[in-house]
Structure formats: structure tokens, C-alpha cells
């Protein structure tokens, strides 16, 4: 695999991130963002959830455990080396992410304040991702709808002074054509960036949300996603220039 990192962010000076839950990001592109900030580039992470239900203790409740969940988040967005400001919670609600014009607008306000050159989110097509030919699995409804919803977000809702007109007191509109689009694997457009000097970074980053993993699944995840058969470590996404 060849790395794409001068490919796709030559040039880019903020990439905004959205994914649907505390620890989506870590999992996916931990290694990307580390690699990223190293790199003089800004990222701001965006969770459009803070994944207030994911948790089967029966004894613990959804505000305890999303007051938890942020906590975790905090600390290994600051691992990752995000400044504060850019570790945004929406807070629609765990399995609650929908394709509707309140949570497109929250996403949308988002990029025209931070302005990406890059962003990157879900997969917003496949229902069942394929790893390989016998690796599939689900895409979490909550992935997928973000997938959408921050696409549409860029376009046409972030560009068009009518939409969302109330937003233009505070920020000014913008044009993010440039998407990196996680759980893609087997797709003509897969790019490959290349983490092996951060992988301990996303590990790390990854175990920081202890209520969901131990080091060690951190560790594996880490593993799976990223170890190439000659021992390079790259996460996979999809480019896509949408003019």
C-alpha cells in the first residue's frame, strides 16, 4: 500500500472530523489525526452523539455514563493533541441521529465556523460494510446517518447563504468539496495514510475510553484495522472530490 498523506492533504490546513460517537473517531483515523497535528494542520472533532447509551451495565444511567463518555473523550482528544475549542459535542442523542434539517444545520454551522479544507466522516451508503471476503458487519445506523447528514451538511447547507440564514450573525458561509470517508475497504477510490509512527498514539487514545475498552482492545483494534502484512501501519479511507 502507498501512503496518500502528500496526496490528500497538500495544501490543507483544517480537516473537521465528524463521527457519530465518542471513540468513532480514535478507532478509524486515530492515527490520521495524530499525524495530522504533528503535521502543522488543525483538526477539530466533531461527535454528533455522546454516546450515552452504550453501556450494558443495567446499575448505571444515560447521564451518568454520557458525563463519563465526554469525560474519556476529552482526554484522548487531548492525547491526540486537539486544542479544546475543537472538541465539539452535539449531543442528539445515542441511536437517535437522524437525516433531518435540525441536526444538518448543527453539522453545518460547524463548517462554516471552522472552515475544513478536508473533512472526514462515515461511510453514508452501505448498510453492511465488507472488510473482506468473509468480514462484514453492520453499519451502526447512528454511523451511517452522520455519514449523510454531514454530506449534506457540505452540501448544499454550509454553502448557500439562505440556508440556515440565522447563522450568518455569527459565521459566514463555506465550500468543503474534499471528503476522507471511513469503512471503506474494498472500493476503487481507497486511499491508505500511512500511521506506523502513531500507532501507540491511537492506542493510547483508544484506551482512554475505558468504560467502552481495555488497552488490550485497544490494542487489537489497532491490530485489525491498521498492521499490513509487511508490518507498516496504514488506515484506509475513501476519497472523494465532490466539485
Excluded at 95 to 119: V, W, Y
Excluded at 126 to 141: E, L, M, Q, T, Y
Excluded at 176 to 192: A, K, R, T, W
Aim: net charge negative; proline share 3%.
Amino acid at each position: 500500500m502507498q501512503d496518500a498523506f502528500e496526496k490528500v492533504f497538500n495544501n490543507k490546513k483544517r480537516v473537521l472530523i465528524v463521527t457519530a460517537h465518542p471513540d468513532d473517531a480514535e478507532i478509524f483515523a486515530g492515527g490520521t489525526m495524530a499525524r495530522l497535528i504533528a503535521s502543522g494542520i488543525q483538526v477539530r472533532s466533531v461527535k454528533v452523539s455522546s454516546g450515552e447509551c452504550g453501556s450494558r451495565q443495567e446499575q448505571i444511567t444515560q447521564e451518568e455514563l454520557k458525563k463519563t463518555r465526554v469525560q474519556e473523550d476529552k482526554a484522548s482528544m487531548k492525547l491526540l493533541g486537539l486544542k479544546d475549542e475543537d472538541t465539539v459535542y452535539l449531543d442528539c442523542g445515542d441511536g437517535k441521529i437522524e437525516d433531518n434539517l435540525d441536526i444538518i444545520g448543527k453539522i453545518a454551522f460547524q463548517i462554516r465556523e471552522f472552515k475544513p479544507d478536508l473533512i472526514i466522516t462515515h461511510n453514508p451508503e452501505d448498510v453492511i460494510i465488507r472488510f473482506a471476503k468473509d468480514v462484514n458487519w453492520i453499519n451502526h445506523r447512528d454511523h451511517r446517518n452522520t455519514g449523510i447528514v454531514t454530506t449534506y451538511a457540505a452540501y448544499p447547507y454550509s454553502r448557500d447563504n439562505l440556508f440556515y440564514p440565522e447563522q450568518l450573525k455569527e459565521v459566514s458561509p463555506h465550500i468543503c468539496s474534499e471528503f476522507l470517508f471511513v469503512d471503506y475497504y474494498d472500493h476503487p477510490d481507497v486511499v491508505g495514510i500511512e500511521v506506523t509512527d502513531f500507532v501507540e498514539k491511537r492506542i493510547q487514545a483508544h484506551a482512554s475510553h475505558a468504560s467502552q475498552y481495555t488497552v488490550e482492545h485497544a490494542k487489537d483494534s489497532a491490530d485489525f484495522f491498521t498492521l499490513q502484512p509487511d508490518g507498516k501501519r496504514f488506515e484506509t479511507f475513501r476519497y472523494v472530490i465532490a466539485d
